[in-house]
Structures are given as C-alpha cells and as structure tokens.
C-alpha cells in the first residue's frame, strides 16, 4: 500500500504546477482525499478534499478559484492542478486518503504520501 506524491518544482508567481498522488495497493474511488501543505516555519494546514465519488471537492479559502481537484481512476491517480500561484504557496504538499470521511483531522488519514516541495518564486 503506497501513496506517492510528484510534480513540484520551482514556479515564478502566476505560474501553474499539477502535483500528482497515484495509488498502489488500493483504489482512490474507495477514499476520501486530501492534499496537505506545510510552508517553511508553519504549521500543517488543509488545501482541499474530495469525497469518493470524485464529484465533489473542498477547497481552503487560500486556494479556492486558484487550485482544482482532478482524478483518474484508470490511472488510480488523483492532481492537484495549481494556477495562479503565490510566494505563499511555497510548502510542502502531501496527499493522504481518510475511508471515512473529510474534515475528520491528520490523525485519522489512512495513508499518506511522501510530500512533494512546491516553491513559488522569481
């Protein structure tokens, strides 16, 4: 079982970066999924979550209009599609699946990816 997070790299402002989570072991359509963000001397903090039906995505205040939830289930990979970026994006991000629900906290994700770092600067 493995969650493995791809696709950061160094953006200027305004650009655009998708970060991909793909999925061994078990089928992202069972799970509810998050993509997490940690910035340099911050805590951790919730970008979105989609619910399993792949319909239906919440979105943080900071990204939302900016940042769009995408999955495949051919490919059992989920993206984050990032436009519009900020120096403030620059973070850390992780996805991690939770068989529950959203909303639910870090504690009670099932599986997490290794993170990917994302920095946004000229």
């Known amino acids: 079982v493995q969650l493995q997070a791809s696709g950061g790299g160094l953006v200027q402002p305004g650009g655009s970066l998708r970060l991909s989570c793909t999925a061994s072991?078990?089928?992202?359509?069972?799970?509810?999924i998050g993509w997490f963000r940690r910035a340099p001397g911050k805590e951790r903090e919730g970008v979105s979550c989609?619910?399993?039906?792949?319909?239906?995505?919440y979105y943080a205040d900071f990204v939302k209009g900016r940042f769009t939830g995408l999955r495949d289930d051919a490919k059992n990979t989920v993206f984050l599609q990032m436009n519009s970026l900020k120096p403030d994006d620059t973070a850390v991000y992780y996805c991690?699946?939770?068989?529950?629900?959203?909303?639910?906290?870090?504690?009670?994700?099932?599986?997490w990816g290794k993170g990917t770092l994302v920095t946004v600067s000229s």
């Open positions: 989609m619910d399993t039906s792949g319909d239906s995505t």
């Open positions: 072991g078990f089928s992202l359509r069972d799970y509810y």
């Open positions: 991690a699946v939770d068989a529950a629900a959203c909303h639910r906290g870090y504690h009670a994700m099932n599986y």
